[in-house]
């Protein structure tokens, strides 16, 4: 049994942790801004709704991201293990994602949260941006998407901490001391 949510801002690692951990652990990673980058270039009818919202560093609607992620968990053949990354992002998602996982035996294990402080993140995102053209990836739209973070973020730390499954770990170092620090305590929380 393994399902977990990596909660972290722009820049932190998400991505590159979340795909380490799936492969370690042989479970599918499913990053949101991913399945929607390939909505947008696709040009779905989600893409075109998605589009610029991306572009300007807001989010995505609720409804639209939860029925993406919903329906890429659930189908006929619903999965049993997986490692989320960038959702949920809001509360409304949250208890969005809750009430499908209680309803199919499929909540959370654990919530990583990896935390860097903010100058780190800049300097990390606009290296991103010149090395893989993303087109949000430019300092004033990196700058809204870390304050849309901070706003969305502080009620979904609140709602997972409650619940017990909150892991906090120090996101700065390299890439395999990151990974080290989460294998760590996920391997406490897998053998309660
Ligand atoms: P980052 O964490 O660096 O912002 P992502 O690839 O996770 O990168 O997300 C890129 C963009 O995709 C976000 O700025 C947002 O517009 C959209 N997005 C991703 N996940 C969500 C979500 N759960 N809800 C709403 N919008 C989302």
């Given amino acids: 049994m393994f399902r977990a949510l990596l909660l972290a801002p722009p820049g932190a690692g ?3 942790q979340g795909e380490r951990l799936a492969e ?10 991913d399945l929607l980058r390939d909505h947008v270039a696709r ?19 609720d409804e639209l991201v939860i029925t993406m992620i919903v329906d890429r968990l659930g189908g006929s053949q619903p999965m049993e293990n997986f490692i989320l990354d960038g959702f949920p992002r809001t509360l409304a998602q949250a208890e969005g994602a809750y009430d499908w996982g209680r309803s199919m035996q499929r909540v959370f294990d654990a ?3 990896l935390e860097v402080p903010e100058d780190e ?3 990390r995102l606009v290296q991103r941006g010149v090395e893989k053209g993303r087109t949000d990836d430019t300092e004033a739209v990196i700058r809204t998407r870390l ?3 901070e706003e969305n973020t502080a009620p979904l730390v609140e709602f997972y901490d409650r619940r017990g499954i ?6 700065t170092g390299s890439v395999d001391e990151v990974t080290d620090r989460i294998e760590a305590r ?5 053998t309660e």
């Fill in 24 to 33: 370690r652990h042989g479970v599918p990673h499913l990053a949101t801004g």
């Fill in 14 to 16: 998400k991505g590159t």
């Fill in 111 to 113: 919530v990583i949260m």
């Fill in 121 to 123: 993140l800049v300097r």
């Fill in 166 to 171: 909150l892991v906090r770990v120090d996101g």
């Fill in 147 to 149: 304050q849309v973070y």
């Fill in 43 to 61: 040009g779905t009818h989600l893409g075109d709704q998605a589009k610029a919202h991306m572009d300007a560093g807001g989010l995505v609607p």
């Fill in 186 to 190: 996920l391997a406490d929380i897998l």
